[in-house]
């Protein structure tokens, strides 16, 4: 397991926390004070992605307008931050293991079917959300450099969030 500091306000970090630490094996999301070489940071911050990679060590996943993505998609704080914490691990994992790769190299095309995608602005992941998934241009790239762990717990948890979503969804009768 990889250590991962959490940083940010509760109760939403111990959310993001315990949804993380009970869907997948490849991540520890730790919110007691030792910094670890991982660190996400849960902020109120402005931008229009579902994370923010700012180097090898620091991920940014933020509260803004995700309320609206969260009712939209049918998530929880949880599992919405949470998803988008293991998105950007990976690319932060990405960056510590290539010194030629910058976040600028991570754009990836809109497209409503990938995670990974750029969108320019955030309520535009709701059809991402809709059914999430990773292209398979993205898992042949995490793949090939090195992170295969991490794009088989990506797919792992997208994977178990659609069912639990489908059994909510049907539970509430609703989409």
Not at 89 to 104: I, S, V
């Amino acid at each position: 397991m990889i250590p991962v500091s959490v940083r940010g306000e509760l109760p939403v970090t111990s959310q993001v926390a315990a949804w993380v630490n009970t869907k997948q094996e490849r991540f520890h999301f730790d919110l007691s004070y030792p910094r670890h070489d991982l660190v996400l940071h849960v902020t109120d911050e402005t931008y229009h992605g579902l994370f923010r990679v700012s180097d090898s060590r620091n991920v940014h996943v933020s509260n803004w307008q995700a309320d609206g993505l969260q009712l939209y998609a049918n998530l929880c704080a949880g599992e919405l931050l949470g998803l988008s914490a293991l998105l950007g691990l990976t690319q932060a994992r990405a960056l510590a293991l290539n010194d030629f790769l910058r976040p600028e190299d991570f754009l990836h095309p809109s497209q409503p079917w990938c995670l990974f995608s750029t969108h320019p602005m955030k309520q535009d992941f709701a059809e991402v959300l809709d059914a999430p998934a990773l292209c398979q241009g993205c898992v042949d790239f995490y793949r090939c450099i090195q992170l295969e762990p991490e794009t088989e717990t990506l797919q792992h948890v997208v994977c178990k969030l659609n069912r639990c979503r489908a059994t909510r969804q049907g539970a509430n009768g609703t989409k």
